[in-house]
């Protein structure tokens, strides 16, 4: 099993304020290694109040959006935000920057191009570089990419600091998408973060429903090796009604995900089955797990649960 510091809590604002401040207390003081804020503004609280607010709170873990897009922000306003960020956590913070998901899809706009986003880092590291009229000491504000497919994860290795990758857990995705980065060509330092969607709980089978609207989101997006027959039949029912007004709650999209697929996309059951399937992980010099936690339950519960039965 990897040590604490190698994983990450990925956390979005679905509960009030406090609570999610709660798990973020809750994840430095256990030694995870930083906790990333999804950015979707119809769906969850906003995440730089968040974030601010847990810069204030903690003193050592990594923070960041996780992630945000060149579409529904402005580049002024993102390179603004991060930055000031950056300076309120001690040089704490870190970009996750993607095309855009439900972010854009519930504003009924359209996710960015890949031109689009790699014009966009370019721009975010000028605007740090000089383009704001302020600037600190601190160290630079590292890019990391979201991606899944292909040609997003090539670009993730052309262009950023490092991936955040939603490819799930089975080994033939994970070489599919460490080949497809090395194509990119990444600098010394490139970090990846697998990110696993996780549901630890006594009953196994309800951990394992629990996940399913992970892996429904996993499945609609493009993936770095070939799906099996039954995960390419899963993968076209996800796609032709995926609903992101109901994106990532609970139960939502589970009745289109076979069970036979989840353990290939996700990490769920007792306790210990939990800890033998993160123990299984093949992570590289480099690599760390951003854990998703899903369920019904509150997340700082879930990470409580995460932290004294799994880790």
């Not at 999610?20 to 503004?41: A, K």
């Not at 986003?117 to 302020?134: I, Q, T, V």
């Not at 160290?139 to 292909?150: D, M, N, R, Y």
């Not at 009745?255 to 399937?277: F, K, N, S, Y």
Request: hydrophobic share 45%; with cysteine.
């Amino acid at each position: 099993m990897p040590d604490r510091a190698a994983f990450d809590l990925v956390v979005y604002g679905t509960e009030a304020p406090s609570e999610l401040l709660d798990c973020v207390e809750l994840s430095e003081q256990g030694g995870f290694g930083g906790v990333w804020v999804g950015d979707s503004p119809v769906l969850w609280r906003e995440l730089y109040v968040l974030l601010g607010a847990a810069a204030e709170r903690t003193d050592r873990i990594r923070l960041g959006p996780a992630v945000t897009n060149p579409v529904t922000r402005h580049l002024a306003v993102t390179a603004s935000a991060i930055r000031t960020l950056h300076e309120l956590s001690g040089g704490r913070a870190a970009l996750g920057l993607g095309l855009g998901a439900s972010a854009v899809r519930t504003v009924g706009a359209k996710p960015a191009r890949l031109a689009e986003l790699e014009r966009a880092a370019a721009d975010l590291r000028a605007l740090w570089a000089g383009g704001l009229g302020y600037g600190g000491d601190e160290p630079p504000v590292p890019i990391l990419l979201g991606a899944s497919g292909p040609r997003m994860l090539e670009l993730c290795g052309r262009i950023g600091d490092g991936c955040l990758a939603v490819v799930g857990v089975h080994p033939r995705q994970l070489e599919a998408a460490r080949a497809r980065l090395a194509v990119g060509r990444p600098t010394e330092g490139f970090e990846v973060v697998w990110w696993v969607p996780i549901a630890a709980a006594e009953d196994g089978d309800q951990a394992r429903e629990d996940v399913k609207p992970y892996v429904a989101r996993s499945l609609r997006h493009p993936l770095p090796a070939e799906l099996t027959p039954v995960e390419q039949e899963a993968a076209e029912r996800i796609r032709a009604s995926y609903e992101y007004g109901r994106h990532l709650k609970p139960g939502a999209h589970a009745d289109l995900v076979p069970d036979e697929i989840v353990a290939d996309w996700a990490v769920a059951g007792t306790p210990a089955e939990c800890r033998a399937q993160l123990a299984a992980l093949d992570l590289r010099p480099g690599e760390r797990v951003g854990l998703v936690p899903m369920g019904r339950e509150p997340k700082r519960v879930q990470a409580r649960r995460l932290l004294e039965g799994v880790l």
